[in-house]
């Protein structure tokens, strides 16, 4: 019937409402997590990201 939203219907919203977007964000939470970029591979970078400054400042 046209206008009548059935239990399937309902479970499936709440399925695509909530369960897809908790499902995506502990993934994303665990990818943050497992990114290697703290300690000493962050002051790698930041050291790297300055020498690229620098020499982008001297080009000019």
């Known amino acids: 019937m046209i206008g009548t939203i059935t239990p399937e219907i309902q479970l499936g919203l709440r399925v695509l409402m909530f369960v897809y977007p908790a499902v995506a964000l ?33 080009r000019i």
Not at 42 to 53: D, G, S, W
């Open 26 to 58: 502990v993934i994303a939470i665990l990818a943050i997590y497992k990114y290697p970029l703290h300690g000493t591979r962050l002051l790698e970078v930041k050291a790297k990201l300055q020498e690229i400054h620098e020499e982008k400042k001297a």
